[in-house]
Every structure is written in structure tokens, then in C-alpha cells.
């Protein structure tokens, strides 16, 4: 994970105390958040290495309730988070668990609405930066500092093709794009970053233009 500025590194306009445990842990649980596309009612956090032995201390159970509430780093509300998710009736947990060999601050974040559920597994590697390292199992590392969009689909021939002729049509620019499947003409996810706000129409297009999308979704930066 690259740092393009000296206030990367300080950290964001947040609700302290720690860019490292409260607002990357926001930007986390508002990931989940944002790809949940519903309004949550429980969520398990799974934690390791620094954000299991602190996360009380330091205010990142506040902060991964607050993300997955839909709240951002500078909302003053976080520190109610708990009242919060109460409010809305959201059923938490916070265990410890061993994750893998990754960043000490990692969490395991599995949220689940009435419809859905989506689960990502997620570093703060400081300054308020995240690193995505799972989505529901697939083995897909982004960062949401850009729009990013999730496009669930059938793995087949011309699929990336076909989304980065139609992206560039309509003037989006790739800054990134992964993809993953667990098998040949399977169940596939892309993920694609992009320089521009994506615009409200640009998803509907997508799933009119591509029959293979079964699902699209967007994570729209702060």
C-alpha cells in the first residue's frame, strides 16, 4: 500500500483516536456496508492480531458498528455507535480468531440484511488506508479509495471485453480491474476501480448491456 502524501500518512478528518484502529476500521465496516445494498441486522467481527487485543481500548468496536451502520470517519455519532445499532436494531458480535498471515489489524466482517449477506475479510494498514483481501471468499484485494464497482457474474469469453468497450463508451476511465472464479464458466466477481463519480445510471446500463451480470454494485469513496 502506496502513499501519495504526507497527510496520507497523518490521517484523515476523523473521530478519533487512532486512523489505524477507528477510521480505517469505519472505511471497513462501510465497505460491507455500501456491497450489502440493505440495511443490516447482524453482523459478526471476527478479529486478529492488534485489533483483537485493543479493539475496545481504542474504539474499534465503536468504529466497525458505526461503518456498518453506514456512517464515514467524521461522523460525530460514532462514539454512540452501540446506541446506534440498537436503535436499528442490528445484532452484533466481536470475537477473536487467527485470520492468516495478515496486517494485525484485520477483521473478519460477516453482515447479514433480511436478503442478503456479504462477508470481506480487511486490513487498516494506517493513515485511515484499507486494504480489502477477501470478498465472500474470493481471493480479491482492493482499496474503495476510488469508485469501485462489484459486478457478480458467469465466468465466459469476452465478458472483460465487452465491460471495458462499454466503460470507455461512456467516458470511465479503468484505473484497475481483477477478476476471480473458482472454476471455468462458474460464478465469477470483478472488481473494477475507476476514476469518475459513477453516475446513477451507469449500473442499470451495465446489467442491460451485459446479460452475464447477475448482480452489480458500487462502493462510492467518502
Known amino acids: 500500500m502506496k502513499y501519495q502524501s504526507p497527510f496520507e500518512i497523518i490521517g484523515p478528518i476523523m473521530v478519533g483516536p487512532s486512523s489505524s484502529h477507528t477510521a480505517g476500521a469505519v472505511r471497513i465496516g462501510n465497505i460491507a456496508h455500501q456491497l450489502l445494498t440493505e440495511e443490516p441486522v447482524h453482523v459478526r467481527f471476527s478479529l486478529m492480531g492488534s485489533f483483537a487485543e485493543t479493539y475496545e481500548g481504542h474504539g474499534t468496536d465503536l468504529a466497525l458498528l458505526a461503518g456498518v451502520l453506514g456512517l464515514s470517519t467524521d461522523d460525530e455519532r460514532i462514539p454512540t455507535a452501540k446506541q446506534l445499532a440498537q436503535h436499528h436494531g442490528l445484532e452484533y458480535e466481536f470475537t477473536r480468531k487467527k485470520l492468516g498471515s495478515y496486517h494485525p489489524n484485520t477483521v473478519l466482517v460477516e453482515l447479514k440484511g433480511n436478503r442478503k449477506e456479504v462477508k470481506i475479510l480487511a486490513s487498516s494498514v494506517g493513515g485511515g488506508k484499507v486494504e480489502v483481501q477477501e470478498l465472500d471468499d474470493y481471493p480479491l484485494k482492493f482499496s474503495a479509495e476510488i469508485p469501485t464497482l462489484v459486478i457478480n457474474h458467469r465466468d465466459q469469453q469476452g465478458f472483460l ?34 476514476d469518475n463519480i459513477v453516475e446513477p445510471s451507469l449500473l442499470p446500463l451495465l446489467r442491460n448491456e451485459i446479460p452475464l451480470i447477475e448482480e452489480i454494485r458500487k462502493i462510492q469513496t467518502e
Not at 465491460?163 to 470483478?190: C, D, V
Open 161 to 194: 471485453a465487452n465491460l471495458s468497450f462499454i466503460l470507455n463508451e461512456h467516458g470511465y476511465n479503468i484505473a484497475r480491474l481483477a477478476l476471480e472464479r473458482f472454476k471455468k464458466n462458474g460464478p465469477a466477481i470483478t472488481v473494477c476501480e475507476i
